[in-house]
Structure formats: C-alpha cells, structure tokens
C-alpha cells in the first residue's frame, strides 16, 4: 500500500522550471550565432582562399569580429544550465545521471576542446598561418561548435524519447545499457539536424538584417551585396532543411508523444484523415473533455495531419481526448488505467524494496517481475488527473503555428532576397531592406517557440512517460531558487546589452579599411 | 646533430615567444579585444570564482549524509504519492 506522506512544494517546483526557462532563453540568444556564423565565415574564407580576392578576406574578417563578440560574451552561459541540473534538479539528475551525464561529459571533452583550441587558431592566426591552414581552423572551429550541440541535443532528446537504459531497483535510477541507442535515436538524430539547421537559418538572416542595414545606408555595398548572396544562398537551403526536418520532429511526436502532436494542433478529438490547422484560434477557456467548440476558427489542408504523423493519409490521429479517456475502437489506452499501472508500477517498487530490506529472494523477484511489466507507466503513477497528460494547450498550439508560419515565410523571404540581389534589383525595394532587417529577431521568435513547443509540450514529464517534473527538483528551499534565478537574471541582462552594444558599435563602425592584420 | 638536438628547445622558445607577443600586440592595438577579454574573464570569475566554488556548494547543494541516504531519499519520492500532486 502506497501511503501519502509528504507535499510538493509547487513553489519551488515553479520557479525552478523558471529559472531553467529563463537561463535556457538567455543561453539560447548566443548559441544560434555562434554555431551558424563559423559556417558563414568559412564559406567567405573559402572565397578568398580560392580567389586569392582580398575583399573576400575583409568580407571574412568583418563576420568573424562579429561572431569573436557573441561568442566571448555568450560563452559559458551554458555552465549556468549544467550546474543547475544537480543544483535544482536533483532527483532527475540522480535518477537520469547514467545517462544524462555521458553526452554532457562528450561535450566538454570533444567539442569544447576541438572548439576552444581552433578559435584561438582562428583568431590569433589570421594573416600569420598558411592560409588553407587558416581556413581548416574556421571549419575545425565550426565543425566543434556542431559537435556541441549534438551532445546537449542527444541528452535533450533523450529526455522526451527514453531508450538504451534499464531502471535499477536498487540505486533508484536509470543506467545506459546502450549507448548507440540514446545517440542514435531517431528523436536524437532529428533534433540535432533541425536545431543545428535553425541556428543556419538565424545566423544567414542575422547576415542579411546587417547587410540591409548597410545597403540603406549607402555602405559597404560590395561587402552586403556579396554577404546577402552568401546568407541567401545558406538561408534558403537551410530554411528549407529546417522545415523537412521538421516533418521528421512531427512524425517521431506522433509516434512517442502523441500527447504533444494533439496539443501542437489543438485536436481534442480523434480524427482519421486529420487536417492540419494553418492557422486558427482556439476557443478561449475550452477544457479536456468539455462540449464547448475547439476553435473559433481554423483553415486546414485536409487529410495533411494523418500524413505528417503517419504516412498515411487516412490515418486516425488521436486526439487529447482520446489520450485522456482513453478509445478502445482504436485501440488507446485511457491515462486513468495509465495511471493505474504506474501506481502498481510504484507498488511492485516499494515491496521490492521491504522484501530486499528483510533479505528475501523470493518475494524480491515476484516484485521486480511486477515492476518491470507496469514500469512503462511509472510516471504515471504520480500523476493526480488524467487530464494532466495535455497542458498548457493555447501556449504549445500558438507557439507551434508561430514557429511554421515563420519558417515558411523565412524560406519565401531569402528566395526573394537571392532573386533580387542576383539581378542587382534589391536596392531599389527600401521596404525589402527593412524587412531583411527585422528578419533577425522574428528569425530568433520562430527558433525560441520551437523550444517552447518542445520544452513545455514534454510536460508534466521530465523523463516522458516515467518521471513527472513535480518530483524532479532538489530537497532546497524555493526562496534560493527564487534568489538566484533574480541574480541570474541580472548577470545574463548585463551580458546581453553588453552584447547589443559591443555588436552594434562594431556594425556602425563596419569593417576594417585595411587589408590584412589581426580581425579584432 | 648535438648541435641541432640542442636548437629544438631554443626554436620552441623562440616560437611561443613569438606567439605570446602577436597575441599581446593584438589587444595592445584593439580597444574591442581588450574590452571582450576584460569581460570573458568577469564573467567567468562570476560563474566558476562565485557560483561554482562558493554560492551553489554552501547554499544550494542538496545535503546528503552518502550516496545511500541519497538512494533512499530519492527512492522515498518515487515510491511515495504526496498528498497534493496537483498545483492548484
């Protein structure tokens, strides 16, 4: 018999989950640049190298100073988040260590070492080194920061799409079983290429917002002129990458977080041949299970939702509904037995763990045997509601459409940029211009509601499926977390108009005037 | 050969000394070099000189008396239901 014995402390459950959004955003300004913009630069460098054009270098040069900026003062905002994990989150980090620590561990040995090493290359050699030399360090440096962000990502992926471990009874926590599972996972595979393509995406219309900006002004006008063909070149492949790869995000949602796809749509009920909503707004105040109308209004492609999550275009697409209370014509289970199992799951725990207390072999492996067979439920076992499966619908919908509907005018926009810049037409549509500038922080928008939809739709878990967010934090009291997360808060404000000032001095200033010497 | 044997760590020498100053000539004659360099190294003084030696051990660090109390505690948190598993 499972006895209730203890509270949760929503408060620090809360602001933990903030402060780990907050430092997560302010990490997530710097990371994009600093992993898209070695490629741009590489790319320019290559010119050079092939051209022997000196304008080509100073092209290189200027991106580069831009890219030593954001990387100097966003490097090591990612400590905050690996110290948070055993700071803040505690339970998880015990419970999903084995696993979680190992990508995190690759990290810092491979990328950080490949990264830091070829920077300073980069740097401190620029005119002293042999330039083919030179350049292998920009795509070193590139090719490391990548290598980053596979690592975090293979951890983050595996946090929504848990494989390659086995819950030890005894530790009370996950241990790898298969490592080429956890890096080769198809969430894992997927969400490192789209992220890394969204971070090309950013990086390319950060090139064409200064390039625009320069081409207003009647500056630079080779140096924009070449850049926009580079950006939009790399923009439009890349836009165009990120939304393919977003057909794979939707079809390994579908398949393991059914739960999210239903809430990205705002489908409160099953449908076969499913249309995907384009755009629509949800009916305010609609809850699970009530009558009221699932949206005021919605434009939908018939039939594009089934095949999206399916491949098939007539396939039934659970709705939340369907998940919550369950639909035995299809074949769903309802998240009340669920959450029967995962109490029997939580059961067969608690009596392994007397039975191993009192030195009995039997009764131990009748209990394991129970906890293994309803241990895919575990989590829900904590759960209070079944309606707890699909939260914050109105903010994962919007953030969802938000994030589609950019991508899509994005890749409509660089073509348009490429089309005109290649007729030398462009500086004639001043409001283009405008536009190309403004396309760097809706860029940003369309890359943090993707994180959005991803974080927050993984809730109430933070090991889908096995372990809700509530238990996961430390045994600390909420008024530190609420302290630092304000301290935080404060340093990283600091870093980011330091950021914006330092960056916008250096684009007014433009480019170095002469050739060759250092590129700071 | 003793000759060029004894060369080697003179031509190292020579070589980082060389580095050492193009580096230091580069932040002598960027007023941005310095300014980035001045704050990566606040910056890092804050995240590992404070947070990570100091605030997150002595204030933040969960108290465990071993790894067991650890396991225990933490299996006392999957196992048990709380009595509010829902923020209301």
Same mark, same amino acid.
């Given at each position: 018999?499972?006895?209730?014995?203890?509270?949760?402390?929503?408060?620090?459950?809360?602001?933990?989950?903030?402060?780990?959004?907050?430092?997560?955003?302010?990490?997530?300004?710097?990371?994009?640049?600093?992993?898209?913009?070695?490629?741009?630069?590489?790319?320019?460098?290559?010119?050079?190298?092939?051209?022997?054009?000196?304008?080509?270098?100073?092209?290189?040069?200027?991106?580069?100073?831009? =890219?030593?900026?954001?990387?100097?003062?966003?490097?090591?905002?990612?400590?905050?988040?690996?110290?948070?994990?055993?700071?803040?989150?505690?339970?998880?980090?015990?419970?999903?260590?084995?696993?979680?620590?190992?990508?995190?561990?690759?990290?810092?040995?491979?990328?950080?070492?490949?990264?830091?090493?070829?920077?300073?290359?980069?740097?401190?050699?620029?005119?002293?080194?042999?330039?083919?030399?030179?350049?292998?360090?920009?795509?070193?440096?590139?090719?490391?920061?990548?290598?980053?962000?596979?690592?975090?990502?293979?951890?983050?992926?595996?946090?929504?799409?848990?494989?390659?471990?086995?819950?030890?009874?005894?530790?009370?926590?996950?241990?790898?079983?298969?490592?080429?599972?956890?890096?080769?996972?198809?969430?894992?595979?997927?969400?490192?290429?789209?992220?890394?393509?969204?971070?090309?995406?950013?990086?390319? =219309?950060?090139?064409?917002?200064?390039?625009?900006?320069?081409?207003?002004?009647?500056?630079?006008?080779?140096?924009?002129?070449?850049?926009?063909?580079?950006?939009?070149?790399?923009?439009?492949?890349?836009?165009?990458?990120?939304?393919?790869?977003?057909?794979?995000?939707?079809?390994?949602?579908?398949?393991?977080?059914?739960?999210?796809?239903?809430?990205?749509?705002?489908?409160?009920?099953?449908?076969?041949?499913?249309?995907?909503?384009?755009?629509?707004?949800?009916?305010?105040?609609?809850?699970?299970?009530?009558?009221?109308?699932?949206?005021?209004?919605?434009?939908?492609?018939?039939?594009?939702?089934?095949?999206?999550?399916?491949?098939?275009?007539?396939?039934?697409?659970?709705?939340?509904?369907?998940?919550?209370?369950?639909?035995?014509?299809?074949?769903?289970?309802?998240?009340?037995?669920?959450?029967?199992?995962?109490?029997?799951?939580?059961?067969?725990?608690?009596?392994?763990?007397?039975?191993?207390?009192?030195?009995?072999?039997?009764?131990?492996?009748?209990?394991?045997?129970?906890?293994?067979?309803?241990?895919?439920?575990?989590?829900?076992?904590?759960?209070?509601?079944?309606?707890?499966?699909?939260?914050?619908?109105?903010?994962?919908?919007?953030?969802?459409?938000?994030?589609?509907?950019?991508?899509?005018?994005?890749?409509?926009?660089?073509?348009?940029?490429?089309?005109?810049?290649?007729?030398?037409?462009?500086?004639?549509?001043?409001?283009?211009?405008?536009?190309?500038?403004?396309?760097?922080?809706?860029?940003?928008?369309?890359?943090?509601?993707?994180?959005?939809?991803?974080?927050?739709?993984?809730?109430?878990?933070?090991?889908?499926?096995?372990?809700?967010?509530?238990?996961?934090?430390?045994?600390?009291?909420?008024?530190?977390?609420?302290?630092?997360?304000?301290?935080?808060?404060?340093?990283?404000?600091?870093?980011?108009?330091?950021?914006?000032?330092?960056?916008?001095?250096?684009?007014?200033?433009?480019?170095?005037?002469?050739?060759?010497?250092?590129?700071? | 050969?003793?000759?060029?044997?004894?060369?080697?760590?003179?031509?190292?020498?020579?070589?980082?000394?060389?580095?050492?100053?193009?580096?230091?000539?580069?932040?002598?004659?960027?007023?941005?070099?310095?300014?980035?360099?001045?704050?990566?190294?606040?910056?890092?003084?804050?995240?590992?000189?404070?947070?990570?030696?100091?605030?997150?051990?002595?204030?933040?660090?969960?108290?465990?008396?071993?790894?067991?109390?650890?396991?225990?505690?933490?299996?006392?948190?999957?196992?048990?239901?709380?009595?509010?598993?829902?923020?209301?």
């Amino acid at each position: 018999m499972i006895e209730s014995f203890e509270t949760i402390d929503f408060a620090l459950v809360n602001w933990s989950r903030g402060q780990f959004a907050m430092t997560a955003f302010f990490h997530w300004l710097f990371i994009p640049l600093t992993i898209g913009l070695t490629y741009i630069v590489a790319i320019t460098q290559t010119f050079y190298v092939k051209t022997g054009d000196s304008e080509w270098e100073r092209i290189s040069k200027f991106w580069a100073r831009l =890219f030593v900026i954001n990387f100097a003062i966003g490097v090591g905002t990612g400590i905050i988040l690996g110290l948070e994990f055993g700071t803040n989150w505690a339970n998880y980090s015990w419970i999903a260590g084995d696993i979680f620590g190992a990508p995190l561990a690759a990290e810092a040995m491979m990328a950080f070492m490949l990264e830091s090493t070829f920077i300073a290359v980069m740097f401190f050699g620029w005119g002293k080194l042999n330039k083919k030399f030179h350049l292998l360090s920009v795509y070193l440096t590139a090719f490391g920061a990548t290598l980053s962000a596979l690592w975090i990502l293979v951890a983050n992926a595996w946090m929504n799409y848990p494989v390659g471990m086995e819950f030890n009874p005894v530790t009370a926590r996950h241990e790898m079983v298969d490592f080429w599972a956890v890096l080769f996972s198809p969430f894992a595979v997927n969400k490192f290429l789209h992220t890394v393509g969204s971070c090309m995406v950013i990086a390319s =219309f950060f090139v064409i917002a200064v390039s625009s900006w320069y081409l207003l002004k009647k500056r630079e006008r080779l140096l924009s002129g070449r850049s926009i063909v580079i950006a939009a070149v790399f923009g439009l492949l890349s836009s165009v990458y990120v939304a393919a790869t977003g057909d794979g995000s939707a079809y390994n949602v579908a398949q393991h977080q059914p739960a999210k796809l239903a809430v990205m749509e705002g489908l409160f009920d099953g449908e076969e041949n499913a249309g995907l909503v384009a755009a629509g707004i949800l009916s305010p105040g609609k809850e699970i299970g009530d009558t009221k109308k699932d949206f005021i209004f919605k434009v939908e492609i018939p039939g594009m939702l089934s095949f999206l999550g399916y491949r098939d275009i007539n396939a039934f697409v659970p709705g939340i509904n369907d998940l919550v209370y369950g639909n035995e014509k299809h074949g769903i289970m309802s998240a009340q037995k669920k959450m029967q199992r995962g109490k029997l799951a939580l059961e067969a725990l608690a009596q392994y763990k007397e039975a191993r207390a009192t030195g009995d072999q039997e009764l131990m492996e009748k209990h394991h045997a129970s906890f293994k067979k309803h241990y895919p439920y575990m989590g829900y076992g904590h759960l209070h509601a079944p309606e707890d499966i699909a939260t914050y619908i109105p903010l994962i919908f919007y953030s969802f459409h938000i994030m589609v509907m950019i991508g899509f005018a994005l890749i409509v926009l660089a073509a348009l940029f490429l089309y005109l810049i290649v007729k030398n037409r462009l500086e004639k549509f001043k409001w283009l211009l405008h536009i190309g500038i403004w396309s760097f922080p809706i860029a940003f928008i369309a890359s943090m509601t993707g994180w959005i939809v991803a974080e927050v739709g993984r809730q109430p878990w933070t090991i889908q499926g096995l372990l809700p967010t509530m238990i996961s934090t430390s045994n600390i009291s909420s008024g530190a977390v609420i302290t630092t997360f304000w301290v935080f808060a404060t340093v990283l404000s600091v870093l980011l108009i330091a950021e914006i000032r330092i960056m916008r001095n250096a684009i007014i200033k433009g480019p170095a005037k002469q050739k060759g010497g250092n590129n700071v | 050969m003793q000759h060029r044997i004894t060369n080697i760590p003179e031509r190292i020498f020579r070589i980082a000394a060389e580095v050492v100053q193009h580096i230091y000539g580069i932040f002598r004659n960027s007023k941005t070099a310095r300014l980035l360099f001045l704050i990566l190294v606040i910056k890092l003084s804050i995240f590992y000189g404070f947070f990570k030696s100091y605030w997150f051990p002595v204030h933040l660090e969960p108290k465990w008396e071993s790894e067991q109390h650890q396991i225990d505690e933490v299996t006392e948190r999957i196992i048990n239901t709380p009595k509010n598993n829902h923020d209301d």
